[in-house]
């Protein structure tokens, strides 16, 4: 887990989540929402976030997103 946040991004708790009624998850990056879940995804969602402490959760959402590689896409190119 070291290597995957090197700038401690995820211990800001940018990502967050909210349940629907209807089972849809809606997750949101400070506080704007940037994706809805529903189905089975949300179903694998619900199931991995709650086993998940606060930093994997974190995590699991920015994978989720995909805002996860910002950084590391640059230093890949220049190789």
Do not use: P
Request: aromatic share 8%; proline share 0%.
């Amino acid at each position: 887990m070291n290597d995957t946040d090197k700038r401690n991004r995820l211990q800001e708790e940018c990502f967050s989540y909210r349940v629907s009624k209807d089972n849809k998850v809606c997750i949101f990056w400070h506080e704007k929402q940037v994706m809805i879940l529903k189905g089975k995804d949300s179903q694998k969602f619900l199931a991995r976030i709650e086993k998940a402490d606060t930093i994997e959760s974190q995590l699991i959402m920015a994978k989720v997103t995909g805002n996860f590689k910002h950084e590391n896409e640059k230093a890949n190119k220049r190789r």
